[in-house]
């Protein structure tokens, strides 16, 4: 094992506490919290790369490589910090790099500013140390340098994966309002269904406005063990660049992540929509995945829900919003049926993502549910919420 750095990984602010579980499961490190969106770990390089390979609930892992205070009103403090950042000790002058910025809160600069100014640092930082002016490219670096501002705090993270993560690689059907796989990840794992698959196979997930089938297709991946950087491991990713990466045997490392994949392994998994165009497409993003032999597709309205599924272990579900696809349907009557399901039949938990007019409707149509979790977030470009339901 090779000397600890300080890492940092990245979802959708409200998922904080479902990453730090992942991290400590997947490789035994405690995760703490950093700023909205992020938290922090310590571990050797090794584990950061089956973090790379096998997370499913981040967007980003980072070599984090500095940190500070920065005042709201002066760029200044930013260069500061940044100039403090030993740069060579991660990649060389004969690199390009390219820096990315992300500001949260009040600022008297912008975050393209925020990169000219981090980016300057680096460069300074190798006619100092080499006499060498590394070269920027903005469009395809070999590093990406990732400075993200909340409030008064910056820290300085080197980009390990490249394309975010939740770029799985399996889908050959775009839905228009297509989920986020990290967040399907996150809704699955909030209801308990893949700890009481691990008891009781036969437990069914029931996703029934299924969409593209991000849902139904990340929790047969969950339970099969499969890695999601599967469809990514042949174009490999930009920390196999960075010095303390460099001499670790990386095809033996995922080999042993592949290891622990269980593909016979069937869990019980039904998924429908109302729309046959989707189900068709979700079923060959399944095929796509490889986990078509654990995923029942049916073509249906979530209103008859209750006559159509017997059991219900778990529900995850990303209702229309009915403002994201443009076009507008009365779903109501779907989601009393949804509610009149879960009232009778729901063993475990279920979560949804959603938001816009559709979000209060939801609300109302599962009000005779008890109300375990609301958590606000921001996604898509929409307040949204995620809610957690058992039974009362």
Known sequence: MGRRHEFLAVTLPGLEDVMREEIEELIGEAARPAVPGKVRFSAEPEKAVELVYGMRSANRILLLVGEGEVDPSDLASVGGIAGGVEWSDYFDPDMTFAVRAERAGKHAYRSPEIAAEV???????????????????LKSPDVTVRAYVSGGVLLLGVDLVGESLHKRGYRVYQHPASLSPVVAYSLIRLTGWLAEVERDPSSPLVDPMCGGGTIP????LAAKRIPPGTWRRAEGWPFRLLKPFRDLPIEEMLDRVDAQARPDFRPSIFASDVSPKHVAGAARNAISAGVQDSITFSVFSAEFLPERVD???????????????????????????????????LELKASAILGGPALPKFERAMSALRLEERRAVRYGGVDAAILVYSRP
């Open 311 to 345: 059991r219900i272990g778990a529900l995850s579900t990303n209702p229309p919003y009915e403002l994201r696809t443009g076009r507008r349907r009365d779903v109501e009557a779907a989601f009393r049926g949804l509610a009149r399901a879960l009232a009778r039949k």
């Open 217 to 220: 297709i990340e929790a047969a």
């Open 119 to 137: 980016g300057a640092a680096v460069v300074e930082h190798f006619l100092r140390r080499s006499g060498e002016r590394i070269r920027a490219n």
